[in-house]
């Protein structure tokens, strides 16, 4: 028997794992998104459709001869069951589903309403899915979907159930080709889910089938996150737009926490969108940044780079005058095409370089260009003219969509307020931090309003195919409407394409739907444009927080885009009133009230926070201290710390409920220091240490603004419930700020004790990292020793993750920033398999900058467990095998390879950002430019350095040898941050392949894409574990000032518990410290410190990454955690390495019941023989125990 000349593959793209939300998001059911209109058996009502252009109409009729005159279709209530429930009247369809061109959120619940929607037609109806996009239909490459399949994809994200791509079908053959597999496999119908051009397409091809007598019939769903593809009133929005954008306005919100944090950057943010700016005005709407520029005014007022560069220069001299040297700042992806001068430019330069005797030289094409274009050439920064001249594309034009549009403006914009500094206008500080958003907004897991629409698309393309109906893209309105009230039809293709020359020739295609700045749809540009005057001075920033799906508690979860609700007749939140802030020293300090905050977090402030049992009556008076045992430091540590600290031997402390103190500390005044870095929860603590106090008659909590140097200059604010209501769950320390985390020198140490004694406090907190933590045991040594009344405890914060050891499970904003990162590593691993073109080498921030030779990994590694990608290239890995840099790029290149072998040529890996400085050589070049002064160049360099050294920093990309010469840090110490590290083993690897290429031995594609994540999740709301455990570290630190206990840090064990039984205490900072070893010529010996904890090799953390690396560089076994949820069934689930945790203090306990049985059972009149073997045993263990006795693995630490 002959095969069939089209059959199905089999089905190899399943998904093999799942995060806990998304299993929670493919539980949910889809029926619940199916409007009413579309159950039982709706009715067909055909109308005349309108063209989009009356001057169009008689050449695009001509060009769609068989379908222009298809009618407006929209479906009415009909009867349920008027078929019969099993579909007895009715034939089995049979229809393919196509996805095409760039991912959109949503697209899965598509193809689900289709599935569910030809099933509920008949039983026995069919659906093909082909693969790959549009090439899949004219191959024939395509897969029959089951319920199986279907049921494994629901509400989840990205198009890799059956990957996408963007060709077109375009050919006469293509088109035959594309009829004669339908033909062959039966199609009835089939859907092309896309963008403009990819329905336009779709619309062709229905043409052509119809023409040719093919009983396919083509409709199409309207795909895009851009935002450009929207005809009201039959289609009033594209889905992914409104999931693309609120991922986006997630990670805008956390800079401008972050802004206001530091108070000493502007954060200049790029957003996908292509040539409109339809998701930038939908993200400032959401925002409220301080300046966002559209594309389509720049346009249309025909704005100059010059203009927007002093425009922006005047906004940040402006803010400036009234201390703010920071802001947010969004710029859409195609803002330089609007540019007028920068298109003449682009064309002119073009030609000329295209023409013979004009070299890619400033100097040869200066000479070439129009006087006018040669003038915009030279007011470009360095780098920019750099790029236009070399970075060309194969047909040897300009690449403008690879110019950094954000770093150009930030170039322009920075030199000319040094202009104005030097005509004395300007006295301020412009610092820029840049941010491009765009894949990790493609595949992020469905809003629950795309999920809703997407299916509802998909169920209405299922009917319109089953009533033979073609050239249509499915409809669904009324969207202000609970989703059982929409309604559905389908609009013909032909009426909404106008003729646009395209290559020579004329093209129908669905007019882009640019930014409105007037007209009927222009209401969210006039809400926007009535605001954003007084947003350039203000810091009305919103925060709209993770997206969330939890319907059923959180309103917030069914919002739908906010341009929507402006465009179908909702009025925006005006401005709430933004306090006065008051200056204090470089700091400003403008506490919010709960109303001005976002609908989000007003709801978040109303979550109680869960305590351990010993806290549950959150208050000082019903708690008390219980010494457990005392402690020590390392045994060949002692005699060293006794020269530093009265005492080495003070107890363990741990918290128990009791009914009534016998006396409660009373008059008591703490305060609080931010030392580390952001990081969510802190605000979470001061609500701790507020509420514990409210039982102690006269107590106050105040918070020191500006960090470190707002407590040297007294710089004291009262914390008040009323006050700390508005930050309960928000992230960053936007409330008090942050300088630098040094509190070290004998002056700052001085400083630090005139100004608890002038303010009288009795409690001292600081709060951050290792560093803060060794600066604070000698803050309450010198305070003893000086006799100061004052107590100082510290607490763990971080999100990097290493201000852990035996007494310390986990430091605050770690579990958060992980979920915050592994949500956009997940996002863009799933757009990778989605689009199976790109290799994403993403560097995740970490503890590179925090202190230590040799940075941590924690973040990089936790966020690996959490996402599962093909590569983690963790630091003290690549430590501990000692690897080259040349080993290291062969170890990624032969993953790469392995992988095309299989036939596929994409992937994500993920890289920690103190890698380099783990790789020897790397080590001795850092080490040798940190003696050389910054900022250089590299010809002063050169002479400074080795001959090794020189010969491995003339070998870098120019990109590395400038970084590497930036400006340090106070300490001269090399910000690991600076360095694209991503960016340059991308480019190591991809020329590695390259070589392999040449000999034969490397087949496939390898096409890089490099990004950094840090600043998009330090500032991130915080989990509901992170919450928790902050304001239960805040209420411990409470206690323990309040009780006198200096030179404690405040713990809680026992995390991977539930809240309820957690234990609170104090441990003694002397337990904690530790040694490091002497100098080579044993003549200097460091202080004791908290040592910032590596990765355990050896670790369940680790482990548990180590037992799955070999598949995740094989398969795809990608997660997607998505975004952090703040209610419902996935809100409990905590990071992995906080869950597999070693208890210390547990088995201390456990060590401790079994020394007192063996006490108990070797009483005097014991048998001899219990006492004989208890002793030897004993023995034997003393000496084991000797000879582990040693120095403990320490980092030493670097000093900001």
């Not at 909590?701 to 008040?720: D, N, P, R, S, Y």
Request: some cysteine; hydrophobic content about 40%.
């Amino acid at each position: 028997m002959s095969q069939p000349e089209f059959a199905p593959k089999p089905y190899k793209r399943a998904r093999r794992a799942y995060s806990a939300l998304q299993k929670e998001r493919l539980a949910a059911e889809c029926q619940a998104y199916l409007p009413a209109v579309l159950e039982g058996c709706p009715q067909v009502v055909k109308k005349q459709a309108i063209p989009a252009s009356e001057k169009d109409a008689d050449t695009i009729k001509g060009l769609f001869p068989q379908t222009y005159d298809t009618p407006l279709v929209e479906f009415a209530a009909g009867i349920d069951g008027a078929a019969g429930k099993d579909g007895a009247s009715r034939s089995p369809v049979k229809v393919g589903v196509v996805l095409s061109g760039g991912q959109a959120p949503g697209g899965h619940n598509v193809i689900a309403g289709i599935f569910d929607g030809v099933k509920r037609w008949h039983p026995e109806s069919t659906m093909i899915g082909f693969l790959d996009g549009p090439h899949g239909i004219f191959t024939g490459n395509f897969v029959e979907v089951t319920a199986e399949i279907m049921d494994g994809f629901r509400n989840t994200g990205g198009f890799d159930m059956l990957g996408s791509g963007r060709h077109k079908i375009e050919s006469e053959e293509q088109f035959a080709n594309s009829m004669k597999v339908c033909n062959a496999i039966g199609l009835d119908g089939l859907v092309v889910i896309g963008g403009d051009d990819s329905n336009t397409n779709g619309a062709v091809l229905a043409e052509y089938f119809k023409a040719k007598g093919c009983k396919t019939k083509v409709v199409g769903a309207p795909k895009t996150i851009d935002g450009d593809l929207k005809c009201p009133p039959h289609i009033p929005i594209s889905f992914g737009f409104d999931t693309a954008c609120k991922t986006y306005a997630t990670l805008v919100g956390n800079v401008a926490v972050d802004a206001l944090s530091a108070q000493k950057y502007y954060h200049i943010v790029r957003l996908m969108g292509r040539s409109a700016s339809n998701i930038a005005l939908e993200v400032a709407l959401l925002t409220r940044p301080n300046a966002c520029l559209l594309g389509e005014e720049v346009a249309r007022d025909k704005k100059s780079l010059r203009d927007l560069t002093m425009d922006l220069a005047d906004m940040i001299e402006q803010r400036s005058k009234v201390g703010k040297d920071y802001g947010v700042i969004i710029l859409p992806e195609g803002l330089i095409e609007f540019i007028p001068e920068f298109e003449r430019l682009m064309s002119e330069l073009n030609d000329k370089l295209a023409a013979p005797g004009v070299e890619a030289t400033e100097e040869s094409v200066l000479k070439a260009l129009s006087p006018e274009n040669a003038e915009c050439f030279k007011y470009l920064p360095d780098f920019i003219r750099a790029q236009l001249l070399l970075d060309r594309d194969p047909h040897g034009n300009v690449q403008v969509t690879k110019i950094e549009t954000e770093k150009l403006l930030a170039a322009t914009v920075s030199t000319e307020l040094e202009q104005r500094r030097a005509a004395g206008s300007y006295k301020g500080c412009f610092k820029a931090q840049f941010h491009a958003y765009g894949y990790e907004g493609r595949a992020g897991m469905p809003t629950i309003f795309d999920a809703s629409y997407c299916y509802a698309l998909g169920a209405t393309a299922a009917t319109l195919l089953a009533h033979g109906l073609t050239g249509l893209i499915a409809s669904v309105k009324n969207l202000l409407a609970p989703a059982k009230e929409w309604q559905c039809g389908g609009v013909p293709v032909t009426s909404l394409c106008v003729i646009e020359r395209r290559k020579g020739k004329d093209k129908p295609v669905i007019r882009k739907a640019l930014t409105e700045l007037e007209g009927p749809l222009s209401q969210p540009c006039t809400a926007y444009m009535k605001i954003r005057d007084e947003l350039r001075m203000l810091d009305a920033y919103t925060i709209p927080g993770p997206i969330q799906y939890d319907m059923e508690n959180c309103k917030s979860s069914l919002d739908i885009p906010m341009t929507l609700q402006l465009e179908l007749g909702k009025s925006m939140k005006p401005l709430g009133k933004v306090p006065e802030p008051k200056k204090m020293g470089d700091f400003l300090y403008a506490p919010q009230a709960v109303e001005a905050r976002s609908e989000l977090q007003q709801w978040r402030s109303a979550r109680k926070h869960q305590v351990p049992a010993s806290l549950t009556e959150k208050s000082i008076a019903a708690v008390r201290l219980h010494e457990v045992q005392a402690t020590m430091c390392a045994e060949q540590d002692m005699s060293y710390m006794r020269k530093f600290f009265t005492s080495i031997e003070a107890p363990l402390i741990e918290l128990r409920a009791t009914e009534g103190r016998d006396s409660v500390p009373q008059n008591q005044r703490i305060g609080i220091v931010f030392c580390g870095r952001q990081a969510p929860g802190c605000h979470d603590l001061l609500c701790g240490v507020v509420d514990m106090l409210r039982t102690s008659d006269g107590s106050k909590v105040f918070g020191f603004v500006g960090g470190t140097h707002g407590l040297f200059e007294k710089q004291a604010v009262e914390l008040t419930p009323e006050i700390c209501k508005a930050y309960v769950g928000s992230g960053g320390l936007e409330l008090l700020g942050r300088t630098v985390d040094r509190l070290k020198t004998d002056e700052e140490l001085e400083r630090a004790r005139a100004a608890c004694e002038e303010l009288q406090l009795t409690g001292l907190v600081l709060v951050g990292g290792a560093r803060t933590n060794t600066d604070a045991a000698f803050v309450a040594e010198h305070f003893r020793k000086q006799r100061s009344k004052t107590a100082v405890v510290g607490v763990p914060c971080g999100i990097e993750g290493n201000m852990v050891n035996e007494f310390v499970e986990a430091s605050i904003g770690f579990d958060s920033a992980a979920k915050a990162v592994a949500q956009l590593v997940g996002n863009t691993a799933i757009d990778g398999s989605s689009a199976r073109k790109y290799y994403y080498f993403l560097r995740i921030m970490d503890g590179a900058a925090t202190g230590g030779r040799i940075s941590s990994s924690h973040l990089a590694l936790e966020v690996a467990l959490q996402t599962k990608p093909n590569m983690l290239l963790l630091t003290e890995e690549v430590d501990e095998k000692r690897f080259s840099l040349r080993e290291l790029v062969k170890e990624v290149a032969d993953m790469v390879a392995s992988r095309a072998a299989d036939g596929n040529n994409f992937g994500t890996i993920l890289v920690a950002e103190g890698l380099l400085a783990a790789i020897p050589e790397f080590r001795t070049l850092i080490s040798e430019l940190e003696a050389v002064p910054m900022p250089n160049t590299p010809e002063k360099v050169l002479t400074e350095l080795t001959q090794w050294s020189r010969a491995l920093f003339q070998t870098l990309p120019d990109f590395i040898q400038r970084e590497l010469l930036l400006e340090r840090q106070s300490n001269a110490a090399l910000q690991m941050s600076q360095l694209e590290t991503e960016r340059l083993l991308a480019w190591l690897v991809e020329d590695e392949l390259s070589q392999r290429k040449k000999q034969g031995s490397f087949k496939g594609s390898f096409s890089p894409v490099c990004q950094f994540i840090g600043y998009q999740a330090r500032c991130s709301v915080p989990s509901d574990f992170d919450s928790d455990y902050a304001y239960t570290l805040g209420a411990t630190s409470a206690v323990l000032a309040a009780s006198g206990m200096s030179g404690y840090m405040a713990v809680v064990s026992d995390l991977s518990q539930p809240v309820q039984k957690w234990r609170a205490g104090g441990v003694p900072f002397t337990a904690i410290l530790s040694v490091a070893g002497a100098s080579a010529a044993g003549a200097f010996r460091p202080r004791p410190a908290i040592f910032p904890h590596r990765v355990d090799l050896e670790g369940a953390a680790f482990k548990s990454w180590c037992k799955e690396r070999e598949d995740c560089a094989k398969f795809e076994m990608y997660e997607n955690p998505g975004p952090i949820q703040l209610s419902g069934p996935s809100s409990g689930v905590v990071s992995t390495t906080i869950m597999s945790k070693f208890s210390y203090l547990r088995e201390l306990e456990d060590l401790r019941k079994h020394m007192s049985a063996l006490a108990s059972r070797c009483r005097p009149g014991c048998d001899p023989r219990t006492v004989r073997v208890a002793t030897q045993s004993l023995a034997t263990l003393n000496s084991i125990l000797d000879e582990l006795a040693g120095p403990s693995e320490a980092i030493e630490q670097r000093e900001k």
